[in-house]
């Protein structure tokens, strides 16, 4: 590995840990400089999870007390990030990524446009349930179709991770979450535990390239760090706004890479 390529995985890391902290979307920047540096594309997705492990976790850290108020629906996706995580880790060293990138700007165009109109969709669902005369509680409510679009959302984290936090967004939002700052806080837990039994399946069959990765962690770490700071006093409005506007460039980023 030669200093500019050192560079150049260093610098997209640090901006993916600050992304996944802020709003997701941390991989855009730091998949492609690893493939940049001349590491192959499997061996790259694999490097890159190990990498933004730590990031992940000291953002979830910095969010520990947001997340542990949901008690009960915290412990839920937990465990469904463990699942998840280790399932689309398998699948990622068991198949190509070359029929399931076909698939990311989709996914990514989607989950952008249920966060957009997340508070629209829940009116939505809240009115036909009562057309329907069923009970509807107010505020946020877990439910089977929730844990099931989390569970989603984590096999997908675990095979690639692209987007994965404006997912984990917009099936929160759809749930009946609006405040910004508890979003980020179940985003944050949600991806420390995926990356963290993805990262562990990588290391132990040895799926990675430790001189990528070792440089992408640290910097990465650095960068999560900030970017929870940064959240934690960015207004809510401003980063609803910012979160919607890095899922809209991905989308448009990953449709041109694709098509």
Sequence with gaps: MTLTEALLVALGAF??????AIAG?????????MLAAGVPPVTANASNSVALW?????????????????GRWAV???????????????????????????????LLLVATSLFAFSAQVSRLVAWSKRRLGAKVS????????GVLFQLAVAIYGG????????????????????????LNALKNLTSAVNYTIAAVTF???????WPHTLVALATATVGGMAGAAVAKRMPAIWLR?????????LTVIYFGKSY
């Design 76 to 106: 839920i996706l937990v465990i469904v990030s463990l699942i998840g995580g280790l399932t689309g880790g398998l699948l990622l060293l068991a198949t190509s990524n070359a029929a399931f990138s076909k698939l990311i700007p989709w």
């Design 25 to 33: 979307g941390g991989t855009f920047f730091s998949f492609p400089a």
């Design 138 to 145: 107010e505020g946020p409510r877990t439910s089977v179709g």
């Design 54 to 70: 730590p990031a992940s976790l000291s953002s979830a850290w910095a969010y520990r007390k947001e997340a542990m108020r949901h």
């Design 241 to 249: 706004r910012f979160v919607i506007a890095v899922g809209a460039t």
């Design 15 to 20: 901006f993916a840990g600050g992304m996944n």
């Design 159 to 182: 095979f690639f991770g692209a987007g994965m936090g404006i997912l984990t967004l917009a099936a929160l939002s759809i749930q009946g979450y609006e405040d910004m700052q508890e």
């Design 203 to 209: 290391i132990v069959v040895g799926a990675i390239s």
